[in-house]
C-alpha cells in the first residue's frame, strides 16, 4: 500500500492542504481556499480540518508536514503567532495534528519550508547549499546547508529582510531604520510608488492611473513590464536593496545557489538582472553569485512540507 | 604507544608548530619563530620543517593539521596564496606534509581552523553553532555549523570584513568601500588615530606622544586602558563598525555565540562592551548576542589544527 504524505500551508491569507505518496512527484489531491477578511486561528483550524479530510477521503497519511506563515519554534511544534491572523499566540500545531490523524507531524516556518522545497524539488537541487529569498509582502529568508534547514540557535536565522541597507532609511516594523524590507518587499515597492507620484505630480507613468484605486507592487511590475520606465526605476531600487542583502549573505555564507520566491520575484527579468548586479556588487570576486527565480512558485511551502513529511515517515 | 598529532601555522610573520596526543589537552612540545622581514614561501617550508623535526624528536604522527594565514582550496589541500609573504601561489601544501611523514595531513585557512579551536577547546565548547571573528591587521571570521567548520560553496564562507558598514567609507583592499575592514582592524584602528591626530592638532591625547613613532592599535589600546579618552572614542568607533558587522551576521545565521580573537580583541572591557551594544542594536530582539572574547589567544590556530588533525587519525 502506499504511504500517503500530508502537506499543509497556512499562508495568512490562504490555506492549502495536498496529498501525495513517498516517491511521487505530482500532487494526488490538493486543495485551496481564501479566507475571508478578518478571520482567526479558530476559523483556520477548522478551515484546514475540512481540506485535510476531504483531500485524505478516508486515507490515514503516514506522515503530516507543515509549513506556517509565521515564527515557529521548531523543537517544539509551537507556533508563536502570526503576524496576519489573530489567535495563534503559543499553540501547539504539531501535537493538535498528531492527535487528528496519529500520525507523525513536522512544523516549521513557510521560509524554512519552501527553502526546503526548493532544494529537493525545485531550482536548488543538486546543490549542497541554498539560500531561499520570499519576496512578497515583506521579506524572509531560509538556509539549506548540507542537505538541511539552518535554523539558527534560536530557530530565527536567514532573515535577510532586516539586515540594513541603509541605516538612514525609513522606520521598519521591527523597529529599526532601513532594513532591505523597507526598500525590497511588495509593501515597499507599493509605498515607494505612492510617494514617488506625489513627489513629481508631472511624471507620466502608468502608475498614475492606479493611484485612485490601491496601489500594488503587482501593478508597478506590470506597468514596468510594459515599458513603464517610472515604474522600472522604483524596481530597480528594490531590486538594488534586495541585491545588496544578498550580496551580504553571500560575504557571509557563499551558499552554492540563490533562489528568489514570492510574488515581487515574478517581476521580470529586468528586475531579476538588477538584483544579481548588486548582489555581485555587494561580495567578494571569488565568490559565486548564482541568483535564480523559484521553480515552485505559491507551491514551494507544501512540497517543502512534503519533504519534512518524508523525513519522519522514514523513520 | 600514543598517536601524536602534529599541529603547523604558518601565520604571516610567525611560525608555530605543536605535538599533543589524541586525548591530551596540552602540548607535548611547542616551537615558534618569528620569521625575518621579507622573507618568502620557500624559507617558511625549510624552518617550519625544522621545527616539526625537533618537536616530533623521530617521533611519526598520526595525522597532521595545519592552519595557514591566507585563502586554501580545503579540497584539494591548495594553498592558494598568502597576502603577507611572497611566493604561496598554488602550492598543494597537504601533499609536500603527507609525503614528507606519510601521514594523513588536513589544511585550511586560519579563521575556518581558529573557529574550530575555540570550538572544540575554548570559548565555544558546548556550543551546536558559532562565528568566529579574528580581529587583527584585517577582520576575519569562521563559522562552525553543527559542529564543523561551514566552508560555503567556494571555500570563503565568513568573510565578516567585507561585509558593508558604510558604502561612502573609505576604500578597503577588497576594491569596495566601507566594509567593516576599514573600520574596525587594526591598520584601521591606526589609520584613523593618525587621521584624527592630524585633524584635531589641540586635541589632548597619549596617543601624539605616539605619532613620531608607528601609531599602531595596541598603542591605542593602551592609551584607552589608561583612561585616554581620545584613543577610547577611537576605540568605540572601530567597535561600533564591528559590533554592526556581527550584528548583521547573527540577523543571517543566529548562532548560539560570538568568539572575538586577534590582537584588537584584548582592547578591554569597554571595547566588548560597545561591540556587544552596537550589535544588539543591528539584530532582531529575539535574537541572542552572546559575544565572548577567544579562550586560546594566538594558540586557536594551533588547537584547531589539532581538531583537523584528530578527525583524520580517527579514520
Redesign the interface.
Same mark, same amino acid.
Given at each position: 500500500m502506499p504511504r500517503f504524505l500530508l502537506a499543509l500551508d497556512y499562508g495568512g491569507t490562504k490555506l492549502s492542504a495536498a496529498l501525495t505518496t513517498a516517491h511521487a512527484r505530482e500532487w494526488l489531491a490538493l486543495e485551496r481556499i481564501i479566507s475571508p477578511p478578518e478571520h482567526n486561528a479558530q476559523y483556520e483550524q477548522r478551515a484546514m480540518l475540512k481540506l485535510a479530510r476531504k483531500i485524505l477521503n478516508g486515507k490515514i497519511p503516514a506522515a503530516i508536514g507543515i509549513s506556517f506563515g509565521g *515564527?515557529v519554534d521548531f523543537a517544539r511544534g509551537l507556533v508563536l503567532l502570526s503576524h496576519h491572523v489573530a489567535g495563534w499566540e503559543n499553540i501547539f500545531l504539531r501535537d493538535q495534528w498528531r492527535a487528528e490523524f496519529g500520525a507523525p507531524v513536522e512544523i516549521d516556518n513557510d521560509a524554512n519550508v519552501a527553502a526546503l522545497g526548493e532544494f529537493k524539488f525545485g531550482a536548488g537541487r543538486a546543490c549542497?547549499?541554498l539560500l531561499y529569498v520570499t519576496v512578497s509582502t515583506g521579506v524572509g529568508?531560509g538556509?539549506i546547508?548540507?542537505g538541511?534547514i539552518? %535554523? $539558527? /540557535?534560536? $530557530?530565527?536565522?536567514?532573515? @535577510?529582510g532586516?539586515? @540594513?541597507f541603509d541605516p538612514n532609511g525609513p522606520l521598519c516594523i521591527? $523597529? %529599526?531604520r532601513g532594513c532591505v524590507e523597507v526598500f525590497a518587499s511588495g509593501r515597499a515597492i507599493a509605498r515607494i510608488a505612492r510617494e514617488r507620484l506625489i513627489a513629481h505630480p508631472r511624471a507620466e507613468s502608468r502608475v498614475r492611473e492606479l493611484i485612485a484605486a490601491e496601489i500594488t507592487a503587482q501593478a508597478v511590475a506590470r506597468a514596468a513590464q510594459d515599458g513603464d520606465e517610472f515604474a522600472q526605476s522604483i524596481l530597480d531600487d528594490a531590486a538594488r536593496a534586495l541585491g545588496?542583502g544578498i550580496g551580504?549573505?553571500i560575504?557571509?555564507? !557563499? *551558499?552554492?545557489r540563490v533562489v528568489i520566491g514570492g510574488g515581487v520575484s515574478k517581476a521580470g527579468e529586468k528586475y531579476f538582472a538588477a538584483v544579481r548586479v548588486a548582489a555581485r /556588487? !555587494?561580495?567578494? *570576486?571569488?565568490? %559565486?553569485v548564482e541568483i535564480v527565480p523559484a521553480a515552485l512558485g505559491d507551491d514551494a511551502p507544501l512540497w517543502g512540507a512534503v519533504a519534512l513529511a518524508q523525513e519522519i515517515a522514514q523513520k
Open positions: *515564527p549542497a547549499s529568508g538556509w546547508v548540507d538541511k539552518l %535554523r $539558527g /540557535a534560536d $530557530g530565527v536565522a536567514g532573515e @535577510i532586516h539586515t @540594513i521591527c $523597529g %529599526r545588496f551580504t549573505a560575504t557571509l555564507l !557563499n *551558499p552554492e /556588487a !555587494n561580495c567578494l *570576486p571569488q565568490m %559565486r
